[in-house]
């Protein structure tokens, strides 16, 4: 699957950045923008995902941490993210409060279950399962 950069949803800039539209089961009719952060270890979503999706995070252990230099309120849990026809089982942390309106894709969420050539100059993705 070959993916053009583009800008970031909502953000003020026009720099073309490597988003994949990804599905979260419980509301796979609508695909969530999410940011391929190398840097990050984990998957990283807004917290309303988590309630339009029906994922229970009330009884899920809070854990504060930082993101874009901002602290938040992360509830993990393990859900199944699709990316075209391919699904997998991985943590996602549901995030309260999330200023963004994308979420971010980590190595150990995202990168393990796919081979990911990035080609920056081209600003093109191309995204194959394992």
């Given amino acids: 699957m070959k993916i053009a950069f583009r800008a970031l949803p909502g953000e003020n800039t026009t720099v073309p950045r490597p ?9 796979s009719s609508v695909a969530m923008a999410c940011l391929l952060d190398t840097g990050s270890l984990h998957n990283r979503f807004a917290g309303w995902i988590a309630q339009e999706a029906g994922i229970e995070t009330g009884g899920v252990a809070a854990e504060s941490i930082g993101v874009g230099g901002r602290s938040t309120i992360a509830r993990t849990v393990t859900v199944r993210l699709g990316l075209g026809d391919f699904w997998w089982e991985t943590p ?4 309260d409060p999330w ?21 920056a100059a081209a600003r093109t993705l191309e995204i194959k399962p394992l």
């Fill in 19 to 27: 988003i994949v539209n990804v599905y979260v089961d419980g509301i």
């Fill in 92 to 95: 996602v942390s549901f995030c």
């Fill in 99 to 119: 200023p963004w309106d994308f979420n971010l894709l980590g190595q150990e969420g995202f990168l393990r279950w796919f081979t990911v050539t990035i080609k």
